[in-house]
């Protein structure tokens, strides 16, 4: 019972975490990105236009959402936000 409710412990601050990144962007630049099929997200990160942390962003409020209305999530991975850093 233990390591379930750290389990769970883990998973509402690593979401918390998650919703507290998806406010460091502007609700301008999140509509665009969300409005981007595959083909303009890629040419959009391609040209610079938009930045992979800034996707990474969009994605996590996009997911947050998600499991707000479903409980579907079991895990954020934080990882992710770093790789994107290094990939811009």
Do not use: P
């Not at 990144?21 to 303009?40: C, G, L, N, P």
């Not at 040209?47 to 959402?65: F, I, N």
Request: proline share 0%.
């Amino acid at each position: 019972a233990a390591k379930i409710a750290e389990v769970v412990k883990e998973r509402e601050e690593n979401i918390e975490w998650a919703r507290k990144e998806t406010e460091k962007i502007s609700d301008e630049e999140r509509k665009k990105i969300e409005q981007m099929d595959f083909r303009q997200l890629r040419e959009a990160l391609q040209s610079g236009e938009v930045t992979a942390e800034s996707v990474m962003r969009v994605y996590y409020g996009c997911a947050v959402r998600a499991h707000d209305r479903t409980n579907c999530l079991t895990n954020i991975i934080s990882q992710s936000l770093t790789d994107a850093r290094e990939l811009d």
